[in-house]
Nanobody, 121 residues
Framework: QVQLVESGGGLVQPGGSLRLSCAAS????????MRWYRQTPGKQRELVAD???????NYADFVKGRFTISRDIAKNSVYLQMNGLKPEDTAVYYC???????????????WGQGTQVTVSS
């Protein structure tokens, strides 16, 4: 059973920083792309940033220059360093990854349970 578990959310003042972590566990053979999404009530989930197996990164325009995605392949983990946080960054942040387990021929997309980030004074 493959699982993604996020951590690092919380309450922060505008202009502050948070670092989200996401660790994949289970009988993992390989992980290709890893991503961070976010969602607010009444809105569709939106892509924040992604990183490929070759460490190529991509960011949504609304976080460029403020957020940084990185990964540790040995730890099956992905991180999101969030600086210069704004109230509009308030959302539930979800980790997402394409994972091939030892029990499957194909890679499948997995989601974490989400972690709340609240930016407020």
């Amino acid at each position: 059973q493959v699982q993604l578990v996020e951590s690092g959310g919380g309450l922060v003042q505008p202009g502050g920083s948070l670092r989200l972590s996401c660790a994949a566990s289970g009988r993992i053979f390989s992980i290709s792309a890893m991503r961070w999404y976010r969602q607010t009530p009444g809105k569709q989930r939106e892509l924040v940033a992604d990183i490929t197996g070759d460490d190529i990164t991509n960011y949504a325009d609304f976080v460029k220059g403020r957020f940084t995605i990185s990964r540790d392949i040995a730890k099956n983990s992905v991180y999101l360093q969030m600086n210069g946080l704004k109230p509009e960054d308030t959302a539930v942040y979800y980790c997402n990854a394409d994972i091939k387990s030892y029990r499957s021929y194909y890679a499948y997309e997995y989601w974490g349970q989400g972690t709340q980030v609240t930016v407020s004074s």
